[in-house]
């Protein structure tokens, strides 16, 4: 579905010179080598940027180099000097020893536990599609002693390992399934035919019921936005290339569902470049027009607001599939400034999510056993005008303990950080309990939710933990309501964490002063006391991050307790 002239126009202009930009840049350069310090920086610390900060640099040139040659004309000064570059870099990637990331391979201290030249993650899969899409465009300008080494290269890594075992990313509900069998799928369907491509895509297409399958009716990605890009993103693209070479396929999954899952973006929004950060979502995260603009056009899915081209570098794994439909599928047509008001409640996931006039207002029901899981259940945000006065941190730093057995260490993903209450001590623990919603109301004026959350705290003393949010943005206040019931007296501590240093302007009210916009906090000073905590931790980038976490704690513990506090903005 490439739109007519994407060669030349004003509207990928923007994109078409950050890529010439790099390319220039790049050839006069060295390819990145992958250090073996690196590789030994993962298994001794579990640090995961010292061996893919050049993967990640050899993709991203992969992609601009590609295109670059794509929209350029061979007479052109510099089109042989590029295309000498993107020749050694080509042979350079199909002589790593894996195209799997480190933190993907099986290992211990000593050595590999399988071959890692056959292992299939997340980017080996990419890597092998980025090469089939990139001999599907230029293979009547490459060497043909080098076409036929990385055809047969992904045969060896792709296709060979794919059918001869059954993979766990196959049925597994997350956005890894998608991205492997997306990606696999697109490659076979660039580089197979017979009875092979037959195989390849059974195998693909049952995978892709799999992931559609784990949203439930009302669309909702409990990963967080950024992995609906990815996993929803590589399924469209898999899709829509089906189609395209096979006239005659028919999409096995609801075009109902699929529509929901489309809308998703669009209802949790915060802001132009921002949206909701439940679960592992990075602090700013851009979509990709490519995929926004085929969802319009294919699917009829209002997208949501977006006033340019997305930039070469949104995606720090530079993916060749999100970069090169930016650049050839972005529609002018799905510009448009300014959210509009919307209430939505997603019972799926139990999330509630209210906006209106730049307020923004999100709660988190659901359980601690998700994907990508944050220990965060009953939580909430608000933010102005895309600014978070009462805020989720979003993802922590990729590394091993972060997904292993510390990961409830990092202030991220800990309950104590997020807008929750701390009970006796304890916060909530990770595959315990859930939240039960026994009532919600949503309209863009007034929305409300209450929610049961005592089991999430593993608490035998804990009879009931009700928590009820009242947001009135005709008002403009939110109303937190927490009340306890317990078989012995217990001692509850509230936590509100925020960006924006908060200012204590007498017992009993505390402010946070944003760019745009100030945020009173109302409490009962003669039953509660007042801490304030200051936070530094890396986030997703490995940015150093200041926050603040607010406790209001009860100041004598009892059986039965009722605790309000009271947002003003």
Known sequence: MKIRGWECSEVTLKLRKQIDDLVLEAMDGCIPQLPFSGYMAFVEKGSRRESEAAYFERRKQLAAFCLYLQYHKSTESNYKKALNYFEELLWSVIHEFTWCVMAHLPQDKNKFLENPETQIDLFAAETGETLAEILNLHANILPPFLVSTIRNRITERIFEPFLTRNWWWETVHSNWCSVCCGSVGMTALLLTEGELRDKLLQKVDQGLVNYI??????????????YWVYGFGYYIYYITLRKEMDPEYHQQEELHKI???AEFPRIVQMSEKSFVPFSDVAAKSYLPTGLLSCLNKEYG???????QITPFDFDNGYRFAHISRNLWWTDKQIFRPGLRAEATYLPDRQWLLQREKGHFFAVKGGNNREQHNHNDAGSFVLAINGEQFL??????????????????EFIQTRSRYHNLPVVNGREQLAGMGECRVEQVSASVAFSEISMELGT????SEVKSLKRSLTSDLSKHCILLQDSVSATEEIVIEEGFVSFIEPKLLEEGEIILEGREAVVTLSYD?????????????????????????IGLEQKEKKKEAAIRVLFHF
């Not at 000073?525 to 976490?549: C, D, K």
């Open 213 to 226: 399958n784990s949203f439930g009716p009302d669309g909702a990605c409990e990963e967080g936005i950024g």
């Open 259 to 261: 529509k929901k899952i």
């Open 301 to 307: 899915v209002e997208t949501p607001a977006c006033l």
């Open 391 to 408: 805020a989720d941190f979003g993802a922590g730093c990729y590394t091993a303990d972060y997904f292993g057995e510390k990961r409830y």
């Open 456 to 459: 999430l705290y593993g608490l």
């Open 525 to 549: 000073n003669t039953l509660l006391n007042y801490s304030l905590e200051e936070l530094s931790f890396e986030n997703h980038f490995g940015e150093q991050i200041t926050a603040y976490r």
